[in-house]
């Protein structure tokens, strides 16, 4: 009961994360799932099989608000279906042993893309609410984003909506609001992926009952947060979690010593306060300007008044 419970709240800070930030659900979840012991493809198929209920849900919300381009979604997730298929097929084929270092590896990569993604380089806002990217750029995006987010146990929002905001040519609700409904149908392909290279015998309900609950729960919560959290503080501090718990799962298999245990956060942690400080400045600086230019235009407004 008290591993039950302790999956769920991975699935509520999870929900909480990929709510907020729009990515890093699977990330999030899979990670802390192998750190728990959890093997990489019961990780990861357990995941995909929660979020089939979070994504239809959020994929719903935004087509009801409008922030959907269903022909990006279909270039997307029909591609991005056929990539995480292939991916989940190929990882629960893989003995544990040699699955470990792979996913945990890409789980560690993924997070400094995200690391990166909040702090080094903050994506441009565009403006138009239908994607003008072609097939021939999209497709393959979908294959990629859909293969690392199987074989990763996430990855789908980091890469695809990374590569779709950083163009700066589609509006940011439509790229959020179109990855999220395009992921319902990887996460459906993925599963049905460790389905039938499992053949169930790796599935564990109870962790995917868990993870599922944590996640609804946390959803109204992180609509809440959404509007209050400033995104790239809280992107650097997932971004730097995902790379140190991966990290830890690494050098866990390689049976490395204490030192190297040592060696290797001292390097990291100072590393990642200097980023999530950038991060902090940054969203300092952009608060202080919104505040100014508050100010500024007060005055003006009541003068028209009078």
Do not use: K
Request: with cysteine; charged share 10%.
């Amino acid at each position: 009961m008290r591993a039950l419970v302790l999956l769920a709240v991975f699935g509520l800070v999870a929900q909480l994360v990929d709510g907020t930030l729009g990515m890093g659900y699977g990330l999030t979840s899979s990670s802390l799932l192998l750190l728990a012991g959890l093997s990489p493809a019961t990780a990861s198929a357990s995941v995909h099989l929660a979020e089939i209920g979070t994504t239809l849900a959020g994929g719903a919300s935004h087509w009801g608000l409008g922030n959907t381009d269903m022909r990006l979604v279909a270039r997307l997730g029909l591609p991005g279906a056929l990539g995480a298929f292939l991916g989940a097929s190929i990882l629960s084929r893989l003995p544990v042993r040699a699955a470990t270092p792979v996913t945990a590896t890409l789980l560690a990569v993924l997070g400094v893309y995200v690391l990166a993604r909040f702090t080094l380089r903050p994506a441009r806002q565009g403006g138009t609410r239908t994607c003008p990217h072609r097939t021939r750029f999209l497709a393959p995006l979908g294959v990629v984003g859909g293969f690392l987010d199987a074989t990763g146990g996430g990855g789908w929002g980091p890469v695809v909506t990374t590569a779709l905001m950083s163009s700066g040519r589609t509006a940011p609700r439509t790229v959020v609001g179109s990855v999220s409904a395009s992921e319902f149908l990887v996460t459906v392909a993925a599963s049905l992926g460790f389905l039938a290279g499992l053949g169930g015998t790796g599935i564990r309900p109870g962790v995917v009952a868990a993870l599922l609950a944590g996640g609804l729960v946390a959803a109204p919560v992180a609509a809440w947060l959404v509007a209050r959290l400033p995104t790239g503080v809280l992107g650097a501090a997932v971004g730097g979690l995902i790379v140190a718990t991966n990290l830890r799962t690494l050098l866990a298999w390689a049976e490395a010593s204490a030192q190297a245990y040592a060696i290797t956060y001292t390097l990291l942690v100072p590393t990642w306060l200097v980023l999530l400080s950038v991060a902090v400045s940054r969203s300092h600086t952009r608060q202080t300007g919104r505040a100014t230019t508050s100010l500024s235009r007060r005055p003006q407004r009541q003068e028209a008044g009078v």
